[in-house]
């Protein structure tokens, strides 16, 4: 694969969880420049007109020769090579296929993949987009309502089994996948957040008899 990870000038970027700053390598392919999303717009138009509501919009370059330039190119590279060949997928990165670009800015995340029980991301047999849409706006953990929803929805894609109708519901899948399980990784089995004993306990907690 021609497209890298550079080392060399730096970008000031702004997170897309909170508002603090961090500072990363930008995305290097080689002997390709920054062209801007208007460039990107003749072929994916589609994902360009909704680009503006994912919080992705928010990269901000500060020194890779287009001040105050953000979008497509801060996880896809510098794209002028890419425009040039007709859209040839050796000359733009591609996080669908190789999440390192990805973890540039997902640090904590790529620590998560690295526990005992996580989803295989880094081992190649899924990626972050088959869960996450990085163009669009429901990039986070939905916090409840019709998004909540959809998160159980994404989780049914493969966890069929686990989330088909069942006579006797357990109510927490009301609440979300993610209540009892950490979607990246975790030390415990079943990707838990906790042991299973206190884990269920939160919910199912022993009833006092009488004195």
């Keep these: 694969m021609a497209a890298g990870l550079s080392a060399g000038a ?35 138009a589609d994902i360009v007109r909704k680009f503006p509501m994912s919080p992705h919009a928010r990269l901000h370059f500060e020194s890779a020769g287009m001040p105050g330039q953000s979008g497509c190119e801060s996880c896809h590279g510098p794209g002028s090579e890419h425009i040039r060949t007709g859209g040839s997928a050796r000359l733009i990165i591609n996080p669908g296929k190789n999440p390192e670009s990805c973890f540039q800015c997902h640090l904590d995340v790529h620590a998560e993949f690295t526990l ?8 190649g047999h ?13 990039i986070f953990k939905p916090a409840g309502g019709l998004a909540m929803a959809r998160l159980n929805q994404n989780c049914a894609q493969c966890h069929q089994a686990q989330t088909r109708p069942f006579v006797f519901e357990h109510e927490a899948l009301r609440e979300g996948c993610t209540v009892c399980h950490s979607p990246h ?12 004993p206190n884990l269920c306990l939160r919910c199912h907690a022993q009833a006092q008899g009488p004195n």
């Design 10 to 44: 730096m970008i000031f970027l702004i997170s897309c969880a909170t508002t603090s700053t961090t500072v990363v390598a930008p995305l290097e392919i080689p002997g390709a420049h920054f062209v801007g999303n208007q460039a990107c717009a003749d072929c994916h």
């Design 116 to 123: 005992p029980q996580h989803h295989p991301v880094i081992e």
């Design 126 to 138: 899924m990626s972050c987009v088959d869960c996450h849409d990085p163009h669009g706006g429901d």
């Design 185 to 196: 990784g975790s030390i415990n089995r079943k990707l838990l957040v906790e042991s299973d």
